[in-house]
């Protein structure tokens, strides 16, 4: 839930920080939300505070969480949990006992605790990190001691007098080989430099997360999908075979009513935090748009895998074990396919909307009206 109400401030709740003159806070579980066109926190007992505004600032120590989101972030005081943050100006000069996730233009960095994930334009690393650390900037500064792996994919990467990797460095740049990096820093023989290319594939692999973790993860994923299906093989054979010959059939409009599904859901997000109370059903918006698209992925899968079969001969699954078997095939599919660089997410998204279009289709039967309007 923490990742979930991170990606409502990043995206959807500036919308609400905008709409609102007066800043505005919630108290809720021991949990703190505020909105408004200046959120500044310098007292309380909140365990996780969710901020978003034009300036948002965490000016007293919580033991919980930081999710913030505004056009400048700062967060000036201890945070006991991890801080997840995004902005144009974002600046932690806090301690982070957890680990910490920032995206913005200009990204100033104090002490993180565990492990630091920074986007941005400029990133600039002051304090000491007790993990490993994931860099993707145009410019990067390294002032501090780093005590696991390092991967930074950067045009300038400068290292103050301060900077010691304790781990390995991995650099990638379109010269790798013109980033200059003292041995102060980091000797030469635990440094890997590698072509910017390469860092879509390797950069889950090179901070200290191993591809056995990869390959689980796609195990997981390709059993849960199966597993799933056959359930909905064995409680809604009808309308699965259905969902299936819809996918199959009418791709085109499948696709546009999975779309239109998924954005009225997302959609109805930003609506709800137009106001400080309907934030609170916010994240069940958010999750509703995260089931409909598994769902639709789900779908896809067991789709794509009955097409595949039959393309090779096979007739249409009739018994439950059949569609378990299809549905496996398609996840094994699309995993593969979404681990090709850039092209294969697309793929999988288009997949998973034409099957979502195909669950509306065959659950909603939505038409469109096109009488013409009556007039008096």
């Not at 748009?289 to 039959?310: D, H, P």
Request: hydrophobic fraction near 50%; charge should be negative; aromatic fraction near 8%.
């Amino acid at each position: 839930m923490p990742r979930l109400s991170f990606l409502i401030l990043a995206f959807l709740l500036p919308s609400l920080a905008a709409a609102q003159d007066d800043t505005r806070f919630l108290e809720l579980g021991g949990d703190l939300y505020g909105g408004g066109s200046s959120v500044v926190v310098t007292e309380g007992t909140a365990t996780d505070v969710f901020l978003a505004a034009q300036d948002t600032r965490l000016a007293t120590p919580i033991s919980g969480s930081a999710h913030m989101a505004g056009q400048t972030v700062t967060i000036s005081d201890a945070v006991g949990g991890n801080a997840y943050a995004v902005g144009q100006t974002v600046t932690l000069d806090g301690a982070v006992t957890g680990s910490a996730t920032v995206a913005g233009q200009t990204v100033t960095l104090g002490e993180i605790g565990r492990n630091l994930r920074a986007f941005g334009q400029t990133v600039s690393v002051n304090g000491p990190i007790g993990g490993a650390a994931v860099i993707a900037a145009q410019s990067v500064t390294l002032n501090s001691a780093i005590a696991g792996d390092v991967a930074v994919n950067a045009d300038m990467v400068e290292f103050g007098p301060e900077a010691q990797i304790a781990g390995t460095l991995t650099v990638y740049h379109a010269d790798p080989s013109a980033i200059a990096v003292p041995d102060s820093a980091v000797p030469e023989d635990r440094i890997t430099r590698k072509s910017i290319e390469a860092w879509s594939e390797d950069a889950p692999t090179s901070v200290g997360f191993k591809r056995e973790t990869i390959w689980r993860g796609l195990f997981t994923t390709i059993a849960t999908v199966t597993v799933l299906a056959a359930i909905l093989a064995a409680l809604i054979p009808l309308r699965l075979s259905r969902m299936r010959a819809t996918f199959l059939e009418r791709p085109l409009r499948s696709f546009w009513y999975g779309f239109l599904t998924l954005s009225a859901a997302i959609g109805a997000t930003v609506v709800l935090a137009m106001t400080l109370i309907g934030l609170l059903a916010a994240p069940l918006s958010i999750l509703l748009a995260v089931l409909l698209g598994y769902g639709g992925y789900i779908v896809g899968a067991y789709a794509l895998g009955v097409g595949l079969l039959a393309l090779i001969g096979r007739d249409a699954p009739g018994a439950w074990i059949e569609r378990a078997l299809a549905a496996a095939v398609g996840a094994i599919i699309i995993a593969a396919i979404g681990l090709i660089p850039f092209v294969g997410w697309i793929v999988v998204l288009a997949v998973s909307l034409t099957g979502l279009g195909a669950l509306c289709i065959v659950f909603l039967r939505p038409q469109f009206y096109s009488g013409a309007a009556s007039t008096s």
